[in-house]
């Protein structure tokens, strides 16, 4: 999902991919009006029960905070330094390689951190379409009435976010430092 949010965020700041954006977005919104509840519940018939229908859901949950951070740090960028890789002579595919995509970095990690993060929350409904995730435990607790189980279930996958998070948020200050920012 990364690479593909974050690669369409690159094509359509591309003067050619300008008319697609609007329909890019559209897409990548899609995933955020349907709740994951309702991807499952449309993704079993055509899938099966498992971890395909999670999966599913998880990617198009993720799409709108990669695409839509990669945009803002593409759009973002200072046009004096495109206009000076310009003037260095770089191709239109050197300057997003080796100039935007590293100065957007930043802002792209931040997409895929929060995409990370609300992906791990959101993957524990997979267990309601038998994929093995960490809310069997919480499936288990409700269906037998055991709060301990809520409890625990939801303290570890808290916890998770919070590393996956923290993890994300020191690999953007790396990526910003590279990039010249100051964190």
């Not at 591309?14 to 008319?19: C, E, F, I, Q, S």
């Not at 018939?45 to 198009?60: D, H, M, Q, R």
């Not at 310009?86 to 595919?93: A, C, F, K, Q």
């Not at 993060?117 to 607790?141: D, F, K, P, Q, R």
Request: glycine share 14%.
């Amino acid at each position: 999902a990364a690479a593909t949010a974050g690669g369409g965020g690159g094509g359509a700041t591309r003067p050619a991919g300008r008319d697609v954006l609007p329909f890019a977005r559209s897409v990548a919104r899609i995933g955020q009006t349907f709740p994951p509840v309702a991807v499952l519940a449309l993704a079993v018939p055509i899938f099966g029960f498992g971890a395909v229908p999670t999966l599913i859901a998880l990617v198009l949950y993720g799409l709108l905070p990669i695409f839509e951070t990669a945009l803002t740090g593409l759009d973002g960028l200072d046009p004096a330094l495109m206009e000076a890789a310009r003037g260095m002579g770089m191709t239109d595919r050197q300057r997003l390689l080796r100039v935007e995509l590293p100065l957007a970095l930043p802002m792209i990690l931040s997409g895929i951190r929060l995409a990370a993060v609300i992906g791990l929350a959101t993957a524990t409904i997979g267990s309601t379409v038998a994929a093995s995730t960490l809310g069997e435990v919480i499936i288990s607790g409700l269906l037998t009435g055991n709060t301990a189980y809520v409890l625990q279930g939801g303290l570890v996958v808290s916890a998770l976010a919070l590393l996956i998070d923290a993890g994300f948020r020191h690999v953007e200050r790396g990526a910003a430092r590279r990039a010249g920012f100051r964190s």
